[in-house]
Structure formats: structure tokens, C-alpha cells
């Protein structure tokens, strides 16, 4: 059966809201400071990090392997999760940068506070909002991170275009995500557990 996009996005939000509270019910995908080591993170940075940084690490590639943050850089990370990419962004650009989280579940936004507030990290802010709506102004942004979210989103060119709409002219995106392969069924694809399993 087809949900409902509404439903749909309930589901997904009940699914995140679960690993942001309690990441040791394992989910069937991979989360936690170990995903994040295999997936190309320097393992001494994840281990410096305190447990509840990494444990909901949710991501799917490393957004900091596509391009270098530079020093006074404004980040934004959609789908910004537990925080760990936004917590590890704003050491990179430092105090005189700033970066901005942005997430559509608000225990995860929850989540990302303490954990800004347990490293210490002061340049770095947590919106609860959506990815075609960001609550950021025109043009603020050096460049947009993101891992493992876009995927999550039904209006993907209205997700491009408010990319498109915060980045400062030659801003950059630096995004990790999942593709469909061709060899997904069809009756995979409608199935809800597809968008949040
Ligand atoms: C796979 S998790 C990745 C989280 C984080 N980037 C990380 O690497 O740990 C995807 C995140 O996207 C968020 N999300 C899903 N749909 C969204 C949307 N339309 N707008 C903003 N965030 C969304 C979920 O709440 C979840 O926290």
C-alpha cells in the first residue's frame, strides 16, 4: 500500500526521533561512531568526540571528504541529525565562522543543543525546519553540507533551489546521499519501510 506523503513523513520522523533517543535499539541501517569510521572519518576525531555526539551519527558518506571548510567559512547542514557533522564543521571554520543546523525532527534539534553545549562549541546554531523551507536568509552561506537527508526529501528540486537560494554566489555543496539502484523492485520502492528503514 502507497502511504500518504503526511504519513510518510511522520514515519520518518518517528524513525529519527527513536535514534536520537535511544541509538542502542539498533536500527536496521548502520549508525554510531563505528559507521562513521568506516565511512572515511578520521577514527582519532570520532574517538575524541564524546558517545553522545557519535551515537546517532546517521549519515551515509562523509561530506568533509568533498572539500576542505576554511577558517571564518558560514556552514549550513541540512539534515543536520544529532549534530556530529555540524559539531565537527564549526571547529573547522572556528569562532570567526558559524555554522547552522537544520533538521525536520525535533528530538534530533534537541539532541544537537546538548551536544553543542557538552564540546564546549559556541559558533555553531540548531533550527527545527525543513529542507525546502530553510529558515536562513539569502546568501549567507559558504557552503552547504549535508548527509543522508536529501534522499528523506519528497521536493528535491525545491530543495536544490533553497540550496541554491542560501549559498553566496560561488558558495559550495558538499553532499552525501543514497541513489536508487536499478536493481530495486517497484514494490520496494512504494513500501513506506523504504523511506524510513
Ligand atoms: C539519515 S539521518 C542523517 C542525520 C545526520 N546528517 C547525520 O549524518 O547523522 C537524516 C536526517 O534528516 C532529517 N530529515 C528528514 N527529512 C527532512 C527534511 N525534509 N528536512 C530536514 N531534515 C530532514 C531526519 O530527521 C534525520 O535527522
Partial sequence: MI??????????RLRFAKIAQSPHDRPSFAIGPDSAKKLGYD????????????ESFAGVGNPFGLGELRTGETVLDFGCGA??????????????????GVDATEEMIAKARANAATVGVANVEFHHGEADRLPVANELV???ISN???????????????????LKPG??????????GDDVAESEV????????
Avoid: H
Fill in 3 to 12: 502511504e500518504t506523503p503526511n504519513e510518510i513523513r511522520d514515519t520518518i
Fill in 43 to 54: 577514527p582519532a576525531e570520532i574517538a575524541g568526540l564524546p558517545a553522545t555526539v557519535t
Fill in 83 to 100: 549534530g556530529m557533522d555540524s559539531i565537527i564543521a564549526a571547529r573547522r571554520v572556528g569562532p570567526t565562522g558559524r555554522v547552522v
Fill in 142 to 144: 559558504d557552503v552547504v
Fill in 148 to 166: 543522508g537527508a536529501f534522499n528523506l526529501c519528497f521536493d528535491k528540486p525545491a530543495v536544490l533551489a533553497e540550496v541554491y537560494r542560501v
Fill in 171 to 180: 558558495g559550495r555543496l558538499q553532499m552525501a546521499d543514497v541513489l536508487l
Fill in 190 to 197: 512504494e513500501r513506506k519501510g523504504a523511506w524510513s528503514d
